[in-house]
């Protein structure tokens, strides 16, 4: 970090407004969001949220060219995180950006594929900032949370496609004509790294996926899918829906997998035999999620960005009326994470990739 001299304001200096007082007032006028002060006793802790900045324009040069002796993080609906510090060489501006959406830090995407949301300067009056935020930095964070989302949802699928296709191989190779393994070992061990392969694949989809299926859901006329001849795709799409719910049954019967009263040597033994039992009857899951989630992004493409840090209102007419489509295909006392019956003409289910 190049620590320039002029950079090094505190904020106590006279005529700047303290940052906690702004803070408090800011999160105050912006409903279900809380905040949190930070102190920047050394370069360490500086750099740590540094690396954690949404932002590579006015608040990332900030951070990265001068020292911030202090900043305050708002924390919003869906776990969103911005945060507030005082503009360097401005004593009468704050800057505020976004910090990477932490429920899809860990996925295997690359941030720099998806437009960051940069933050805005904004003035010492917490009202009008509040709604500066709130129209011009929420929209555009937002969107890039969305596109992150169909981006890691996208790349997982294609992972879940490449184990497929390793595995067509190389089952081939350890089976007879008729199918058989020609060695119970070797099959069940390279069948088993298939699996945590494949998990691993469904396990990201869960971060962003499902959010991605609803919004979908609550917009199938805006997609092009509540009517028209879009019916295996919308097929498609309650394959894709249930497959995810499956997935997350299977993620919840793991987290809640009971060690109490266990040795360690036999709690570990536990949960091994667990995971093995999640990652084998996950695979059909993740088979299915490669096959139709794709057609799932494909529509969601078309939608705006919903509104993901912000109140959400009821749906209105429209929205109903595209449940309610969605709700028709599927078969009359199941719950809408099952699958319905193929259409007539609709595409099937597909072969589980020869999943022997």
Request: with cysteine; proline share 9%.
């Given at each position: 970090?190049?620590?320039?001299?002029?950079?090094?304001?505190?904020?106590?200096?006279?005529?700047?407004?303290?940052?906690?007082?702004?803070?408090?007032?800011?999160?105050?006028?912006?409903?279900?969001?809380?905040?949190?002060?930070?102190?920047?006793?050394?370069?360490?802790?500086?750099?740590?949220?540094?690396?954690?900045?949404?932002?590579?324009?006015?608040?990332?040069?900030?951070?990265?060219?001068?020292?911030i002796?202090?900043a305050?993080v708002?924390?919003?609906?869906?776990?969103?995180?911005?945060?507030?510090?005082?503009?360097?060489?401005?004593?009468?501006?704050?800057?505020?950006?976004?910090?990477?959406?932490?429920?899809?830090?860990d996925?295997?995407?690359?941030?720099?594929?998806?437009?960051?949301?940069?933050?805005?300067?904004?003035?010492?009056?917490?009202?009008?900032?509040?709604?500066?935020?709130?129209?011009?930095?929420?929209?555009?964070?937002?969107?890039?949370?969305?596109?992150?989302?169909?981006?890691?949802?996208?790349?997982?699928?294609?992972?879940?496609?490449?184990?497929?296709?390793?595995?067509?191989?190389?089952?081939?190779?350890l089976?007879?004509e008729?199918?058989?393994?020609?060695?119970?070992?070797?099959?069940?061990?390279?069948?088993?790294?298939?699996d945590?392969?494949?998990?691993?694949?469904?396990?990201?989809?869960?971060?962003?996926?499902?959010?991605?299926?609803?919004?979908?859901?609550?917009?199938?006329?805006?997609?092009?899918?509540a009517?028209?001849?879009?019916?295996?795709?919308?097929?498609?799409?309650?394959?894709?829906?249930?497959?995810?719910?499956?997935?997350?049954?299977?993620?919840?019967?793991?987290?809640?997998?009971?060690?109490?009263?266990?040795?360690?040597?036999?709690?570990?033994?536990?949960?091994y035999?667990?995971?093995?039992?999640?990652?084998?009857?996950?695979?059909?899951?993740?088979?299915?999620?490669?096959?139709?989630?794709?057609?799932?992004?494909?529509?969601?493409e078309?939608?705006?960005?919903?509104?993901?840090?912000?109140?959400?209102?009821?749906?209105?007419?429209?929205?109903?009326?595209?449940?309610?489509?969605?709700?028709?295909?599927?078969?009359?006392?199941?719950?809408?994470?099952?699958?319905?019956?193929?259409?007539?003409?609709?595409?099937?289910?597909?072969?589980?990739g020869?999943?022997?």
């Amino acid at each position: 970090m190049n620590r320039t001299t002029s950079g090094e304001e505190p904020s106590a200096r006279p005529g700047r407004m303290p940052l906690d007082p702004f803070a408090t007032a800011l999160a105050s006028r912006m409903p279900g969001w809380s905040k949190r002060l930070l102190a920047f006793h050394d370069s360490q802790r500086q750099r740590q949220l540094t690396e954690q900045l949404w932002d590579w324009g006015t608040l990332h040069y900030a951070f990265t060219d001068f020292v911030i002796p202090e900043a305050a993080v708002l924390t919003g609906p869906g776990g969103a995180r911005l945060v507030v510090v005082h503009r360097p060489l401005h004593p009468g501006q704050l800057l505020v950006g976004a910090l990477r959406d932490p429920s899809l830090a860990d996925a295997a995407c690359d941030w720099g594929d998806v437009r960051s949301p940069d933050g805005i300067s904004v003035g010492t009056d917490p009202v009008r900032a509040a709604e500066d935020i709130r129209s011009r930095l929420l929209p555009r964070y937002d969107h890039a949370v969305w596109r992150l989302r169909l981006a890691v949802a996208t790349r997982a699928c294609e992972e879940i496609s490449e184990v497929l296709n390793d595995w067509d191989g190389i089952s081939d190779d350890l089976t007879d004509e008729q199918g058989f393994p020609l060695d119970d070992t070797a099959y069940g061990d390279r069948a088993a790294r298939r699996d945590t392969d494949a998990w691993a694949q469904v396990e990201t989809l869960l971060t962003s996926a499902p959010a991605i299926v609803s919004h979908l859901g609550a917009n199938l006329e805006h997609a092009g899918l509540a009517s028209g001849p879009n019916t295996g795709d919308l097929y498609r799409v309650h394959l894709a829906e249930g497959a995810l719910a499956r997935a997350a049954r299977l993620q919840e019967d793991f987290l809640t997998t009971s060690t109490a009263g266990l040795p360690p040597q036999a709690a570990e033994q536990v949960l091994y035999a667990a995971r093995e039992i999640r990652h084998e009857e996950g695979w059909d899951t993740a088979v299915t999620l490669g096959a139709h989630l794709p057609t799932v992004l494909r529509y969601a493409e078309r939608l705006p960005a919903p509104a993901v840090v912000r109140s959400h209102t009821s749906p209105g007419a429209d929205s109903t009326r595209s449940r309610a489509a969605l709700s028709r295909t599927t078969r009359p006392g199941t719950g809408p994470s099952a699958a319905p019956p193929p259409p007539p003409g609709g595409p099937s289910a597909p072969p589980c990739g020869r999943s022997r």
